[in-house]
C-alpha cells in the first residue's frame, strides 16, 4: 500500500525534504528486526512504532545524536531460566533514523510490546513587521565627505 503524504502539497513549500527523509528511511535495506511502521499522525506530525515484544522499559534507551534519532534495545539472558526449545530471541538492536532539521521528538511510549517515539515539526512563528515608508522630499545626505551633494553634482 502506498503513502499519501500531506508533504506533496503546493500550499507546503519546504517540506520536499522530510518526504525525501521518509523515502530514504523507508527504503533502506537494514529493515529487519525489529519491524516499524512510520506513520503520519497530524499536518506536521509523525509517530515511529517498533514492535519491540519481550522488551522492557529499562532494556530500551531513545536518543538524539546530532540529527539521527537512535533506538537500542538490550536483553540480558537470564542465567536461572532453562530453556528445552528457544525460539524467541533475546537479541539486541540498534535501529537509526536520520531527521529532517528542525524535528523534535515530542514523546516516545511502550505500550503492549510496541514502542511509540512521536515527532513533531514546529510551524515557525509568523514575523509581521511593519516598515515605515518616507517621503522622498524628506530624504536629506547630511555628512556627505566625497565632494557631491547627492544630487549627481559636485559641491562647489
Known amino acids: 500500500m502506498s503513502r499519501l503524504s500531506l508533504f506533496n502539497s503546493p500550499l507546503l513549500l519546504g517540506f520536499d525534504h522530510v518526504e525525501r527523509v521518509l523515502d530514504r528511511v523507508a527504503k533502506t535495506a537494514t529493515e529487519g528486526y525489529p519491524p516499524y511502521n ?5 499536518q506536521n506530525e509523525l509517530r515511529i ?10 532494556a ?5 545524536e546530532e540529527n539521527q534519532l537512535i533506538i537500542r534495545g538490550r536483553q540480558a539472558d537470564d542465567p536461572e531460566r532453562t530453556y ?3 525460539g524467541i530471541a533475546a537479541r539486541q538492536f540498534q535501529k537509526s533514523f536520520v531527521l529532517a532539521e528542525g524535528i523534535e521528538i515530542t514523546r516516545a511510549a511502550l505500550d503492549n510490546g510496541l514502542l511509540h517515539v512521536d515527532l513533531r515539526r514546529p510551524v515557525p512563528a509568523t514575523v509581521v513587521r511593519s516598515i515605515p515608508i518616507d517621503d522622498v522630499g524628506t530624504v536629506q545626505t547630511v555628512g556627505r565627505s566625497d565632494g557631491f551633494n547627492g544630487n549627481g553634482g559636485a559641491v562647489e
Open 84 to 86: 528445552l526449545h528457544r
Open 38 to 42: 512510520i506513520e503520519q499522525t497530524g
Open 49 to 58: 512504532t517498533l514492535a519491540v515484544a519481550g522488551f522492557s522499559r529499562e
Open 60 to 64: 530500551l534507551t531513545v536518543t538524539v
